[in-house]
């Protein structure tokens, strides 16, 4: 066990100074209500607007809301940007004692993202789940609330597709870390992401409601399964088999990206140029 | 030398030391452009499938999208500096500096670093605005255009507000709040969308609280030549903006309160 003690050092030590942030997470979190609630509406409107189209759309208003929450919620999962210690590293040269540990890069930068990632998620989830599952439907306002698992099934399946989704997530990150160890520059590539994970994770307008002729693209294109596949499973639009394949088409983009980001990074590692003193 | 002429200054010295590097300041610009654009597409997604909403089509839902975005887009250059203002100000005592100088703090946050790549937004907003424009084959008379400016001047010292008014949490706070940008950025997606879409709570928030409505969709409207479904009298419509400068004055006021109360956090 003990190879395994500088990974989970760097992962809990990530983890517990991101906790630290709490004022960041209740602003990151009041955000979230806004445009959450902003979204809900404008659904809403244009569902109750066309009832047919409503009616043969592919997923309910009901999921479209809860589709939302989980969006909003989940926002720290999306690879928006590389691990600004990273950036930092790059333009001081202190990138280099990550050379010499005696620790491979590529897991110690992966799970110090996963680190990052789960302690801003969490009490940002926790708190929506407050506001959007408890606080709304005691309002009286349930019919634009957080709905719950569609069955244990769905929930436990929803467990395994959000890790996953998780994993996914951390390992487009570190293809974007090492775009910036390449480029030195963290700026172009951080601006980049933000317009391409915003759209293709489902962000914006869940993945279903695109126009049909995009569909088989946005479905299977690597960047569903951060956000549209688990979501699917959460409401159970994906069941059974189906909901497999999408854990599936999960698995098989996190290991191309893991093992394409271990080969890029070692050929970019051996030729770095170190900057700074 | 008067407050415009500094600013002329402020203005050239932000501009050529972003011309230092012309490609790197385009490349800004166009990745602004783009990264504004996909919010287009979403609407047009929903619009693709559900047809018009409550008897606004794609075109007008574009005018109120291309006129917020323009005011935005000016606000937002004319601003960094108080977007800036916990980090960059307060938290290194740099704001200490600016106090001394024999020119008003508002002014010189105002000149602090004018932004090119604001300007990405402006261009994808006006272009919106063109499309929308031949869509609803709308007729620019001088009047509308008057009514058009009137608006986007409005929006600028609305949304300028909000901005001064981060900047003034800052002086408690120190590090700027995220919580604005619910009501910045937020508040051009939300302003994006005829308010009629929106719960009462929200409308009732977004007219009298922070009165976003007042800059986007009663004097878009107007623009429009339509009257409010929801019943607000004609004659308001085009005053409507004025709410916005009565939004900044409030916030300048709160500024100056604080700048009163401000102690130093430099060393």
Redesign the interface.
């Known amino acids: 066990m003990d190879a395994l003690r500088p990974y989970a050092a760097a992962f809990s030590s990530r983890f517990l100074l991101m906790m630290q942030y709490r004022a960041a997470a209740l602003a990151g979190f009041f955000t979230q209500c806004w445009f959450g609630a902003v979204h809900v509406m404008v659904l809403a409107a244009f569902y109750l607007g066309a009832p047919e189209a409503a009616a043969a759309s592919p997923i309910s208003l009901t999921q479209a809301v809860t589709y939302t929450w989980l969006a909003q919620g989940l926002l720290a999962v999306m690879p928006w940007v590389g691990d600004p210690e990273i950036a930092d590293g790059v333009r001081s040269g202190s990138i280099s004692y990550d050379r010499l540990r005696p620790v491979d890069a590529y897991a110690l930068w992966y799970v110090r993202a996963a680190g990052w990632m789960t302690a801003r998620v969490v009490p940002r989830v926790a708190l929506m789940i407050l506001a959007a599952g408890i606080v709304l439907p005691l309002m009286g306002q349930g019919q634009w609330a957080w709905q719950p698992p569609a069955s244990l099934s769905a929930a436990l399946l929803f467990l395994l597709s959000e890790t996953l989704a998780i994993a996914l997530a951390c390992a487009i990150i570190m293809l974007i870390n090492i775009i910036v160890v390449a480029t030195m520059n963290a700026r172009g590539i951080n601006f980049l992401m933000q317009p391409i994970v915003i759209i293709f994770t489902g962000n914006l307008l869940p993945l279903a409601l695109y126009p049909d002729a995009l569909r088989t693209f946005l479905l299977v294109q690597p960047f569903a399964g951060v956000l549209d596949i688990p979501n699917r499973i959460y409401f159970a639009a994906l069941t059974g088999q189906m909901a497999w394949a999408g854990i599936g088409l999960q698995m098989f983009w996190t290991a191309l990206f893991i093992v394409l980001g271990r080969f890029w990074l070692a050929r970019v590692m051996a030729r770095l140029e170190v900057q700074g003193g | 030398m008067n407050a415009i002429a500094l600013l002329g200054c402020y203005f050239s010295a932000s501009m050529r030391s972003q011309m230092q590097y012309p490609a790197s300041a385009m490349?800004?610009m166009l990745?602004?452009l783009?990264?504004t654009?996909?919010?287009i597409?979403?609407i047009w997604?929903?619009f693709?499938?559900?047809?018009?909403?409550?008897g606004w089509s794609f075109g007008e839902i574009m005018f109120f999208y291309a006129l917020i975005g323009i005011s935005f887009s000016f606000a937002d250059f004319l601003t960094r500096g108080f977007d800036v203002f916990g980090s960059d100000f307060v938290r290194t005592g740099a704001f200490d500096r600016l106090l001394l100088r024999p020119r008003s703090a508002a002014l010189q946050l105002v000149g602090h670093d004018f932004r090119i790549s604001r300007f990405g937004r402006f261009f994808q907003a006006a272009i919106i605005l063109a499309i929308a424009t031949s869509s609803l084959h709308f007729v620019w008379t001088p009047q509308a255009v008057l009514l058009a400016l009137w608006t986007i001047a409005g929006g600028i010292a609305f949304f300028g507000a909000l901005f001064v008014l981060q900047a003034v949490m800052a002086f408690w706070?120190v590090?700027s709040?995220?919580?604005v940008?619910?009501?910045t950025y937020?508040g051009v997606?939300?302003g994006q969308?005829p308010i009629a879409?929106?719960?009462r709570w929200?409308r009732t928030f977004l007219i009298f609280i922070v009165p976003l409505a007042c800059v986007a969709y009663y004097p878009v409207l107007a623009i429009l030549g339509r009257s409010d479904p929801l019943g607000a009298p004609d004659w308001f419509l085009p005053v409507a903006p004025l709410a916005g400068f009565i939004f900044l004055g409030l916030s300048l006021l709160a500024w100056r309160f604080g700048v009163s109360k401000y102690t130093s956090t430099g060393s």
């Open positions: 490349m800004l990745a602004q783009a990264s654009a996909i919010e597409v979403s997604a929903l693709d499938r559900f047809g018009a909403v409550k706070t590090e709040l995220e919580a940008n619910a009501l937020g997606y939300a969308f879409l929106y719960a929200f």
